[in-house]
């Protein structure tokens, strides 16, 4: 269903382009412009749902191994590098534990939450992510001050295939959960319509004396 959303308009465009150059149409330069620009956009949407689907369909072998949050925060906030108009405010607690994750999928799991982030503040404002210890392991909270997510909502966006938005699967935040579970962790959101939103992370210690949280 997905996938023939972006399908059908590009088939009627691309029919409607071979026939007004079969009609010869004076203007057939624009239409032509018109018509490739709306099947890239929808390409670039079909990429992203394919991208979307292979990160929560495949289960690579994961790499494990001890990982300071700190450096992971970091790279993943290094990739918004170019988002001028989102200011980052980073907030580290001394003393955090190491974890036990795969880098890659860790910071995958952080960039698509500050990418939601971003886009709930149309790319304007800030973006506050913090990390301490708590409960024998490493909370870390990611708090965006955008639209909001209405209460009923809040419960639905950890579900695959549910999204508020229109260029994609719904599965980013359902990766994350996934993403934070294997690791035997665990991911709730906090928001509030008008104030934005909270999405708090937590995982255990590396060292073995870590603790489920209360």
């Known amino acids: 269903h997905e996938i023939r959303n972006p399908l059908t308009p590009m088939q009627l465009s691309i029919q409607h382009l071979r026939r007004t150059y079969l009609d010869g149409a004076v203007n057939f330069g624009e239409i ?4 490739t620009g709306m099947v890239i956009e929808q390409i670039d949407t079909l990429s992203r749902i394919a991208s979307e689907f292979s990160h929560f369909a495949r289960m690579p072998r994961r790499n494990l191994d001890r990982l300071e949050v700190a450096r992971v925060i970091e790279e993943a906030v290094r990739l918004f590098g170019q988002e001028r108009s989102v200011v980052f405010d980073i907030q580290t607690q001394d003393g955090i534990p190491p974890i036990v994750a795969d880098r890659e999928e860790l910071r995958r799991a952080l960039i698509n939450i500050i990418r939601n982030g971003i886009q709930a503040m149309d790319g304007t404002g800030s973006i506050v992510i913090r990390s301490l210890r708590e409960g024998g392991g490493v909370k870390v909270s990611v708090q965006d001050f955008g639209k909001g997510v209405a209460a009923d909502m809040i419960d639905k ?3 695959p295939n549910f999204s508020t938005k229109t260029d994609g699967m719904g599965l980013g935040l359902a990766i994350v959960k996934k993403t934070i579970e294997d ?10 319509e008008g104030e934005g939103t909270t999405v708090l992370i937590w995982l255990p210690s590396a060292d073995p004396e870590g603790t489920v949280p209360a």
């Open 183 to 192: 690791l035997h962790g665990t991911v709730t959101l906090k928001s509030e």
């Open 157 to 159: 966006l950890f579900m």
């Open 32 to 35: 032509l412009e018109s018509v």
